[in-house]
Every structure is written in structure tokens, then in C-alpha cells.
């Protein structure tokens, strides 16, 4: 069964081929689940708020973006607060890479329709 506890989903995008949707949530998750059959495939933790995920169309990658709730942005550091965009792989979960420098949280992320840029 697929639901993200009692979070409110804030983002939801629908892979390339249409067989997937990518959630992001405040539990500090995102999840890939079956567009068929609802079941949730993978759940990737983060350890803060996610607003926004997407899916590659080129490989095997999620990209997921958001950082410290917003009200609390101005008294907290932007390492701190966690606003960066991260990459996990796709079928194994796990993170691979991130890109520092956002000053607050990431509200929408997106690759490019071609994959090779987000």
C-alpha cells in the first residue's frame, strides 16, 4: 500500500515512461512507487525535508531537492539547514553525490528532458 504516514506530499512527478511517479514529502523521503499496482518500490531518506524529486530520463539516478522548513531559514546557516540537491541511485537507494551552494530550501527540481542536466 503506498502513503507516506500522516506528511503531506509536496511534490509528485511522473517518470519519462510513465510507468513510475517519484513522491517527496516531509517525512525527510521520497518514494518510487508503481504507477499499476500503487506499491511502493523504493524509499529514499534524507534526513531533512524533501519539497521536490524527479526522475532521470538517461539513467538509473533521483534527484531530490528541499532542506530546513522555511520559517526557520533565517537563523540558520545554509550548511546547517541542509538546502542542497542530492542524488541517489535509482535502484539501490543510496546517495551518491549532492551540489552545495543553495542560501535556502530547494522547492522544485527537474532533469532536463534529454538527462543530461538538471
Do not use: C, W
Request: avoid cysteine; glycine fraction near 10%; proline fraction near 3%.
Amino acid at each position: 500500500r503506498f502513503y507516506h504516514k500522516i506528511y503531506a506530499i509536496q511534490d509528485m512527478q511522473v517518470s519519462p515512461d510513465g510507468s513510475y511517479v517519484i513522491t517527496a514529502s516531509l517525512d525527510k523521503t521520497a518514494k518510487l512507487v508503481d504507477i499499476a499496482s500503487l506499491q511502493t518500490l523504493k524509499t529514499y531518506k534524507t534526513g531533512r525535508f524533501v519539497q521536490s524529486a524527479a526522475i532521470s530520463p538517461l539513467y538509473d539516478h533521483v534527484l531530490l531537492g528541499g532542506g530546513q522548513d522555511a520559517s526557520q531559514v533565517t537563523t540558520t546557516s545554509a550548511k546547517a539547514g541542509g538546502f542542497e540537491a542530492r542524488f541517489y541511485h535509482k535502484i539501490y537507494a543510496e546517495e551518491f553525490g549532492n551540489v552545495r551552494g543553495h542560501f535556502g530550501p530547494i522547492n522544485t527540481v527537474a532533469f532536463a528532458p534529454d538527462g543530461r542536466s538538471f
